[in-house]
Each structure stands twice: as C-alpha cells, then as structure tokens.
C-alpha cells in the first residue's frame, strides 16, 4: 500500500549502473581500456555508497540498472540501503522522475538524488541539500562540466524539469533551471563539484583519494603524461 509523504523523513537516492566492462565510464574506457574503466567505477561505487552512510539521518535507496543484475551488486556493494530497480527507459529524465516518486511514495517528502560519477562529493554538500530542502523546493548541485551531481526535491517533482533535457551535455544544469523558473520553483544551488569522466578530473580525483595498490599501479601509467594546472 502505497504510504503518504512524511514531511520529516529524508531519503537519499543513488542511481547505480552493473559496472561491466563496456558499459560504464565509456569516456574513461576509450583512453584507459574498457576493463580498467569498469574496475574504476567499481571503486566509485563503494566511495558513493560509503558517502551516503555518512549521512547518518537519511533513509538511503539504491536504484540500478540492469534489473537481472540486483544479486551480483547487493553482493558486491554491501550496505544499509533499499533497492528497487530503474524502469526499463531510454530516457534518463523518465528514470530520474519514476525513481524519485516511488522514493516519495514509500513515505519520505525530501529526496536527494545523486549518481556515482562524483565519488568524492564532499559530505557536508549533501548536509547543505538537506538543510536547503527545508526551505527550497530544488536543491541543485552544479557539476563542471554543465550538468548537476545532485539533484534534491521536497515535493512530488514535476514532469517538466526531466523532459527535453539534453542529457549527457553541457546544457544540462542551464535548462533545468529554465524549467524550475517556469514552474516558479524555488531554487537553490550548492557549490560546484565534478564528475569524474577524463583522465584530468581522474588524476583530481587520485589526487584526493587512495586507490587500492593493484589499482593505482594500473592507473598510474595513464596520469604521468597529462598536464594540468593545480587543482584548487
């Protein structure tokens, strides 16, 4: 039976790909390989989920695609989350929308939303979402590269805000705040962060984190060439 919105309860809702080699960080894959990519993504996940354990008030979900594939990821990525597979769409704004209002359905109000591409968001971001959302209806985390890392709501989302997006580019973050300015939604945004997506926001990324040995010694060769300015 489906359970009325509790204004108190916030959920936590991360969406998770299978990582399988081909599949996943298909950026990353054409520079690294498609297996070292797909053992990358592996540790994303567990940096992700071990981030959302941090938010110790939250209700945590998990929502993965492809569906045949929920035994093999409770078993690798292990932890105090709900599950519920993604519906069966092309369009990533149709599986955002389903995956947020089956969270609201099981009985929380507010939910943040984030992937597993920004695996070292910092935690007190996601404090700040959970604080904005008592007096925003959208929260927004804007990532680097014109997207957004987060996306929180503290009402059943609209249609509109996921439909003719054009995922996956750098418009993505600017027509969706078009849309919540049609809607007279209340916004707000929360400092900017990256996905990790090229061998530039990897190395910022290996910079910040350990990688376990045999992983680091992989990626190792692929960071010693590149030449970037100095991370903030």
Known sequence: MTRHPNPSCLALLVFVKYPEPGRVKTRLASTIGTKLAAQLYSEFIRATFSLAQQIEAAVRFVTFTPAEKE???REHFPGPFQWFAQIDAADLGARIHHAIRRVQQSGCSHVLTIGTDSPSLPAEYLDQAAAALETHELVLGPATDGGYYLIG???APHPELFTGIAWSTERVL???LQRAKQLRMSVHLLP??????DLATLRRFCNENKLPPDLWQQVKPFLEDIHADPFP
């Open 174 to 176: 600017h027509q969706t």
């Open 192 to 197: 900017s962060w990256y996905d990790v997506d």
């Open 153 to 155: 709501l503290n009402s």
């Open 71 to 73: 035994q093999a990821l």
